[in-house]
């Protein structure tokens, strides 16, 4: 077995390293990218674009190149580190932001928090200002932020599709005041032509998109990427077999959820026991 190998004289930038060290190993041990997604059951491409520094790949591909290169840990400890890179992750956000908009459509799913396009200014301002945001910076953005909901409101808007967890609509702000104008903007805008809101209860129980918020995109050339995205960083997923796979999960948990006529009745249940609580 080889000896596990410091990397020295190459590229500081996380990704980049990352993808430098890919095609190292590959060319050293011969292999083309189609023999090597024959070998290890994913599609070439994939392997070009991790290689190309456009993907980082999952963790459990890292996990079979550094078996199939007998590099034990040694992939996977430099994926982390492009993983966990910050600078990176405003990259691949200023990218998606830029998909975003000359989207065909759009559908999501909600952990925990709405989506920036279904959030009104003092929703903004509480969620980004737990973040650490505050003063100038705060203002900025909110503003941003609020500015996305053009994306919905413009004449040729994109069709748009949420699943909200109910535990979205089961985390009050703070401002009562304020948590009643988000959940009257809510049951407005799901009535909005081309708006689809789900509810997924928590009765529905476990499922496959347990952990990240998630935006498909449709592209006007026909594909769809995808954007995971958690509290601490976010991935655009390209590759077409992961695209899939996510699809799939999607479909399955809309299966579960509320329909749209349930799902608002169930938000202006939520508004009506806002509105007659005596401690507002």
Not at 48 to 67: I, R, W, Y
Not at 94 to 121: C, D, I, K, N
Not at 168 to 185: I, N, S
Not at 254 to 268: G, K, M, N, V
């Amino acid at each position: 077995m080889s000896q596990r190998r410091v990397i020295t004289g190459r590229s500081q930038e996380p990704r980049q390293r990352f993808a430098e060290e890919l095609r190292r190993l590959r060319t050293a041990h011969g292999t083309s990218l189609r023999k090597l997604g024959e070998r290890l059951g994913w599609d070439w491409s994939l392997f070009g674009k991790m290689e190309k520094g456009e993907t980082l790949g999952s963790p459990e591909v890292v996990q079979a190149l550094d078996t199939f290169y007998e590099t034990p840990g040694l992939l996977l400890a430099l994926w982390e580190l492009a993983a966990g890179d910050h600078t990176q992750f405003r990259e691949r956000y200023r990218r998606y932001m830029a998909l975003e908009a000359e989207a065909r459509s759009l559908w999501h799913f909600a952990v925990s928090v709405l989506p920036g396009l279904l959030q009104t200014p003092g929703y903004a301002r509480e969620v980004l200002a737990v973040g650490g945001l505050k003063g100038k910076e705060l203002d900025q953005q909110v503003e941003a932020r609020i500015g996305r909901r053009e994306l919905l409101e413009a004449e040729n808007a994109p069709p748009f599709r949420t699943i909200l967890s109910e535990a979205v609509l089961r985390t009050p702000l703070r401002d009562a005041g304020e948590w009643r104008e988000q959940l009257e903007y809510l049951s407005k805008i799901a009535q909005r032509p081309g708006v689809v809101v789900h509810v997924l209860r928590q009765s529905a129980g476990m499922h496959g998109l347990m952990g990240a918020d998630m935006w498909y995109l449709l592209l006007p050339e026909g594909r769809t990427v995808v954007y995971a995205e958690n509290g601490y960083r976010g991935e655009l997923i390209e590759e077409s077999s992961s695209v899939v796979g996510l699809q799939k999960a999607y479909d399955a948990v809309r299966d579960l959820a509320l329909t749209p006529a349930e799902s608002r009745t169930f938000i202006l249940r939520m508004l009506e026991e806002v509105t007659c609580d005596p401690s507002i």
